[in-house]
């Protein structure tokens, strides 16, 4: 089963190589990603009924948790193929790009989801490897415009990322030590299914370095302040379907190492550590992400300065813990997935139109495409925690757990941090859609599929923001029990 | 972890002649001697591996030995001398710290890395020698990173680190799990090969790999 899932992907990405034209190129990627999304559901609904999958001697397994980052890459990554289409077809025929490259572009793409859903399945601490492996690939989609920026922005990605990664590896090792000590030299000794059976027994002083390194390394690819400063200049040089799955998804990939880990050294150091390094790190990211919301000129740049903020909130919903503060920090990370992903995707509507990134030279979005502009100003109200939408629910979780388990100035902090980049995302967005249109702007929405990309995200947020279906609401729960 | 090991005096002479390797790239202005240096240090840790592997018995480190001294003491440095030729680079490195306080500070890094490691009282007395010099590497690999302009030199400033925490994974632990080292072995090598692919784009648009040039994205 697990094995397949990974099967699709990848060779999806061959025949897409392989391909002539770029109906062929378009049909294989859309039809590959149904696929995937497919064999992702059908995972999620096998985990449902056997709780865990172990296959390939041990090396692919799925949990729960497994099943939901797969449920959210395979999502993101459908709606992304999508929305490459209208995206990149438009480059396309305005001859940005040319055959060879959108043939790339394809397969790179589909390598790329197959990293991220091996994050998420690998049954071993070796998900280090892949993590590195997302980094590698994404690196050389960053780069598919030879504009100056955007290889600047890879070097600089390839190259913080790499390190941060590289004290992951140390972290990881640290973690094998005070496994083999316990469980002896096997290769099973770094297996999450037999490290979280002893994980109480390890050394603490030994895991407690572990999970600094690992929160520093991992950190770093989730885009954690203050190790975050590749994160603007990747998420807005990267085409914008990239950066939708950098975004919504990569991050959570990081994430995801971050919470493993997490679990299996508060076991052995015991909640405070874990939770106040988690709380200190998301503070810093909501932070930090402040001004630079504020002030932002690049309007790609503002939706990653808030990806910074968003994963610093999931930071704190882990380290505020209990129940109520990880059903939080889990449910955002869905949420935040699907709305930044819109948000990544009305910012290339936008960008298409305009062809430019900078805030001050956009208005009246609204009026001259009604449909993106109305999903962008939605998708701000809903990015920002407003009411009715998704990620208000997750938030309030969060805040909520953080003043029950007694964290009120971390809580009160947190709150102030979200009103103001509430005012600031506001403010610049509303500059950019009201008002009236810049002249020689036509009128007319982009294509059809960016349209439809845009719509079905909409509805997760909106249905999420209303009610938790049961099935869903089940998974969290038992993402939840895994995870403290 | 038998002591043994990490006390036998070949074991130690390695270690020690890799810190020298490390020194040799920090004392170096011209880019072929660090490249050369990379690969002895490579060698030797191939050495270190073959001698964990020798007095355990362990067959997985002997393929670990091996990979080590094919990929990362020649494919490796070919592809950097290859990356070096083509792109008709100046072959003396740029600095922003100069050689002399380099190699200062390089001593302090390891002297620093040695106190840290003692002061952790779990390791045992004789693997802690092999993982303070892993942490030295990897001090001075970021140091590296930071301290010299061109973009092959940070490129080969990961790689010092790589070979660190390899050192320390040996050392710790007698290696990781097969499966693990292989994949780790794949990252690196791929990882060589897209970072060469970038020298190679920022050398072509940029007209320079000195990364001066990469101060454009703020804000």
């Not at chain 1, 998301?282 to 939706?303: C, H, M, N, T, W």
């Not at chain 1, 209303?466 to 895994?482: G, K, L």
């Not at chain 2, 990362?72 to 100046?90: D, L, N, S």
């Not at chain 2, 080969?156 to 790589?162: A, H």
Request: neutral net charge; hydrophobic residues 55%.
């Amino acid at each position: 089963m697990i094995e397949y899932l990974l099967l699709a992907p990848l060779l999806t990405s061959i025949l897409c190589f392989f391909s002539r034209t770029k109906k062929q190129v378009e049909t294989i990627s859309v039809s590959g990603s149904i696929i995937t999304l497919l064999l992702g559901l059908t995972l999620v609904v096998d985990v449902y009924k056997h709780e865990v999958i172990v296959t390939w001697q041990n090396a692919l397994f799925a949990d729960a948790f497994s099943a939901y980052i797969v449920l959210i890459v395979s999502i993101v990554g459908f709606v992304a193929s999508l929305y490459s289409v209208g995206y990149m077809g438009h480059e396309h025929k305005h001859g940005i790009i040319d055959d060879k490259k959108l043939r790339l572009y394809y397969s790179l793409f589909h390598i790329f989801m197959f990293t991220m859903l091996l994050v998420g399945v690998t049954n071993n601490l070796g998900l280090w490897i892949a993590i590195e492996m997302t980094t590698l690939v994404s690196a050389l989609l960053m780069i598919l415009y030879s504009r100056k920026s955007s290889i600047e922005a890879a070097w600089k990605y390839m190259i913080i990322c790499t390190v941060g990664i590289t004290f992951a590896l140390f972290g990881t090792i640290l973690t094998y030590f005070a496994a083999v000590n316990i469980l002896g030299e096997t290769g099973d000794a770094l297996n999450w299914t037999s490290l979280i059976a002893v994980a109480d027994q390890f050394d603490p002083t030994i895991m407690k370095l572990a999970f600094i390194f690992i929160l520093i390394g991992y950190g770093t690819k989730a885009g954690l302040a203050p190790m975050h400063t590749w994160l603007p200049d990747a998420h807005s040089e990267a085409p914008t379907p990239v950066s939708a799955l950098l975004s919504g998804v990569l991050l959570n990939c990081a994430m995801y190492g971050i919470i493993r880990f997490y679990t299996i050294a508060t076991k052995s150091t015991g909640e405070a550590f874990t939770s106040n390094l988690l709380i200190i790190f998301g503070l810093l990211s909501l932070g930090i992400a402040v001004p630079f919301i504020l002030l932002q000129e690049d309007y790609k740049r503002l939706l990653a300065y808030s990806s910074v903020e968003h994963m610093g909130i999931i930071a704190l919903g882990i380290g505020f813990g209990g129940v109520f503060g990880i059903f939080g920090a889990i449910l955002h990370m869905f949420n935040h997935a699907m709305t930044k992903s819109l948000m990544f995707f009305g910012a290339g509507n936008i960008l298409l139109k305009h062809e430019t990134k900078e805030i001050f030279n956009i208005s009246g979005v609204v009026k001259t495409m009604p449909v993106t502009g109305t999903m962008f100003v939605v998708g701000t109200l809903a990015i920002t925690g407003s009411p009715p939408f998704s990620i208000f629910i997750s938030e309030f979780t969060i805040l909520a757990a953080g003043f029950s388990n007694g964290h009120i100035g971390a809580a009160v902090l947190f709150l102030l941090f979200i009103i103001m980049i509430f005012a600031g995302f506001f403010n610049n967005v509303s500059r950019m859609v009201f008002g009236n249109p810049k002249p020689g702007i036509e009128k007319g929405d982009m294509s059809r599929w960016t349209l439809v990309a845009m719509g079905i995200l909409m509805v997760f947020i909106i249905v999420l923001g209303v009610y938790i279906p049961t099935p869903f609401y089940d998974m969290i729960m038992r993402v939840v029990e895994i995870v403290r | 972890m038998e002591e043994v090991i990490f006390g036998s005096n070949i074991m130690q002479l390695f270690i020690a002649l890799i810190l020298v390797s490390t020194f040799m790239i920090l004392g170096s202005t011209r880019l072929y001697s660090c490249v050369r240096a990379f690969g002895i240090q490579s060698f030797l840790l191939a050495c270190v591996a073959t001698v964990v592997g020798i007095s355990t018995g362990k067959i997985d480190l002997y393929i670990v030995a091996l990979l080590t001294l094919i990929i990362k003491a020649a494919v490796i440095p070919y592809i950097f001398i290859y990356i070096i030729r083509e792109i008709k680079v100046k072959r003396e490195i740029d600095l922003y710290v100069g050689i002399s306080p380099s190699l200062i500070i390089g001593g302090i890094l390891v002297v620093i890395s040695y106190y840290l490691i003692r002061s952790i009282s779990v390791i045992t007395e004789l693997s802690s020698f092999a993982l303070s010099a892993s942490m030295s590497l990897v001090s001075i690999g970021l140091f590296i990173m930071i301290s010299r302009k061109k973009a092959i030199m940070q490129m080969l400033g990961i790689l010092i680190m790589e070979n660190g925490l390899f050192l320390g994974a040996i050392s710790l632990t007698n290696g990781m799990p097969l499966l693990v080292e292989l994949g780790i072995f794949f990252d690196v090598l791929i990882g060589v090969l897209i970072m060469g692919i970038l020298i190679f784009r920022i050398n072509k648009t940029f007209e320079t790999i000195d990364t001066d040039m990469l101060k454009n994205l703020i804000g």
